[in-house]
Structure formats: C-alpha cells, structure tokens
C-alpha cells in the first residue's frame, strides 16, 4: 500500500523542503521505495536540494497533459526517485491544481511511501497537496507566526478530513525567546514527530545539493531527521489512519 505523505507549514522558510529532501533519504537507506515530488508549483526548489543533472520533462508537463507522470520520474543516485517542477517562470500560467489529486493517485503501487512538498500559505498549491495526502506532516519553527500559521493548517487539513501525522519543530536553537515545546504541543494539539536542532550543515549540505542525511550523517540534525524517518515508517503503522476512500481515489483518476 502506498502512503501519501504532504509536508506542509503555512508559513514559508520554516525547512519543509529540507525537511522532504532527507527524510526520503533516510527512509530510502531503510529498504523503503519513495518518491518526492514537488508541488510548489510557483517557486518549486525541491530539484535544488538534491543533485539530478538533466530533467527535460516535470510535473508541469503532466499536469498540462504534455507528458505521462511515469516520463517526469528521476532517479537519484541514492535511489530516492523525484519528480521535479519546472523551475522556468513562463510555465507558471495555466497551471490547474485541480487534476493534481488525480495525477498523485496514478502513481499509487510505484512506491512505498510518496513525499510530497509543498508551496507555503494556504493557497491553492498548498489545498491541492492538502486535499491529495492521506496524511500530513506539519513543519514548524518554535516562534509564535509559524506556529500560528502551523495551527491554522491542522485546522484545515482537519476540515478536509487529511489526517496530521503530527509537527516537526525545525530550527530550534533552545533559544530564551524560543516558544517551549511544552506550549508548541499545548497549541497545536497535535505530536511532535520530531525537535530537528538549527545546524549550519543543513545549509552547506543544500549549497552541495546532497542531503543532510548522507553528507553529515553524524550530525545533529541528520540524527533527527533519520529518528523522524523511523517514526514515520515503523512508529505509526497500528494508528488508525483515515485513508482516503478507494472509491474516491477511482473516481479521480477517471476524471
Ligand atoms: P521551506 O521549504 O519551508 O521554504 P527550506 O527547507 O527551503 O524551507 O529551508 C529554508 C532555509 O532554512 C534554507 O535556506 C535552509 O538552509 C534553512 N534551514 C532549514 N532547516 C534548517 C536547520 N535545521 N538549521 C539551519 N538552517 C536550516
Ligand atoms: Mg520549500
């Protein structure tokens, strides 16, 4: 059975794309068959975090129906596949979210588990990956807007009947002015899969294009990324999941 897994904020810069990049590493290096996929179909950056030399064909071309999803799959030396966005600014028009749920669903059986990053705020980009993941996984940073926003996204994702996994609270420094994680969990209301620490290596590690968890895998941060890997492979599978009915993933697909 494949998993549909969003990583989504509200608020912007908070490292979901960082966040995508190694935990589909590190559950790659654990056996498991990922893709990764960009839906921040504005300003798409996932491509950048990790090295794929040459991708003619992205999701913008599957979703204006130039190409099937299977021609817009790269694989990465690690064995993580991706499925990139154009990084050009003229395919930016004419881009319809709606049959995005769709395309994510032909993909099901190709993978273990199927990553997908999204755009910040809650606007379109964002719904779309919202309303297509099975489940969700809220990243943070422990400062008062991104955990505002961050609220106001499990907010959503409830009302869409998307299951939220729980909050990564990335960049924490342990900071006086830093919220608490004891407030964060009071806030949110939802569990904290994850305290990924504020680590100069996650910067030199996205100016090499090699994720975190494979250039410094000792280090602090590509520890917490591995552990988040663990929770989400092995941690959760007795929860119950509200799974998108199968009936609608058919109905979508035909549409
Ligand atoms: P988003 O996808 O949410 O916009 P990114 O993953 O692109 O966020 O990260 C935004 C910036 O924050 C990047 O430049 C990255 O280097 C930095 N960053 C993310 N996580 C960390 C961390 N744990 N420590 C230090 N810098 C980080
Ligand atoms: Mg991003």
Aim: glycine share 6%; with cysteine.
């Amino acid at each position: 059975m494949t998993r549909i897994i969003g990583i989504i904020s509200g608020k912007g810069g908070v490292g979901k794309t960082t966040t995508v990049s190694n935990l589909g590493t590190a559950l790659v290096d654990m056996g498991k068959k990922v893709i990764i996929l960009d839906a921040n179909v504005t300003t798409p950056n996932l491509s950048l975090h990790l090295r794929i030399p040459f991708y003619p064909i992205t999701l913008h071309d599957v979703i204006k129906r130039k190409a099937p999803i299977e021609k817009a799959i790269y694989e990465h030396i690690s064995g993580l596949k991706i499925i990139p966005a154009s990084l050009a600014a003229s395919e930016i028009e004419d881009i319809d979210m709606d049959k995005f749920e769709s395309i994510l669903w032909s993909l099901l059986g190709k993978a273990d588990i199927i990553i997908v990053d999204s755009a910040a705020g809650l606007g379109r980009e964002a719904i779309a990956a919202i309303e297509a993941s099975d489940e969700i996984i809220i990243v943070t940073n422990p400062e008062i807007p991104a955990i505002t926003d961050a609220l106001k996204t499990i907010k959503v994702a409830e009302r869409k009947g998307t299951k939220v996994l729980g909050a990564v609270v990335n960049r924490c420094r342990a900071h006086r002015h830093e919220m608490s994680l004891k407030d964060i969990k009071h806030m949110l209301e939802v569990p904290i899969l994850a305290i990924i620490p504020e680590d100069s290596n996650v910067p030199k590690s996205i100016s090499k294009k090699i994720p975190l968890v494979s250039l410094n895998p000792n280090s602090q941060a590509a520890v917490e990324f591995r552990r988040l890997a663990e929770e989400i492979a092995y941690g959760m599978k007795t929860t119950s999941r509200k799974k998108k009915s199968l009936l609608r993933r058919i109905f979508f697909w035909m549409s």
